[in-house]
Nanobody
Framework: QVQLVESGGGLVQPGGSLRLSCAASGSIFRINVMGWYRQAPGKQRELVADLTSGGSTNYANSVKGRFTISRDNAKNTVYLQMNSLKPEDTAVYYC?????????WGQGTQVTVSS
């Protein structure tokens, strides 16, 4: 059974920073995509960023220049460095892993940006 465990969420002031981590455990195929999605109250879940095992990245336009996704393939861990946070970044952030025909999700971690 593949499991994803997120950490690093919390409360931060506008302009502040947070770093999210997600560790995948189980049998992980070497070719995969790991990423972050978020869901704000009353809104649909949306892609924030993802990163392939080969190093290709994709970012939502709303976070380009502020967020950076990275991964450690040996540890099956993905990170999201979030800088210059805005109130509209407030959401539950979910880690995602796609490999072969399967897609897996973490439990989510709350990020709140408020003064």
């Amino acid at each position: 059974q593949v499991q994803l465990v997120e950490s690093g969420g919390g409360l931060v002031q506008p302009g502040g920073s947070l770093r999210l981590s997600c560790a995948a455990s189980g049998s992980i195929f070497r070719i995969n995509v790991m990423g972050w999605y978020r869901q704000a109250p009353g809104k649909q879940r949306e892609l924030v960023a993802d990163l392939t095992s080969g190093g290709s990245t994709n970012y939502a336009n709303s976070v380009k220049g502020r967020f950076t996704i990275s991964r450690d393939n040996a540890k099956n861990t993905v990170y999201l460095q979030m800088n210059s946070l805005k109130p509209e970044d407030t959401a539950v952030y979910y880690c995602n892993l796609r490999m072969l025909t399967m897609s897996y999700w973490g439990q989510g971690t709350q990020v709140t940006v408020s003064s």
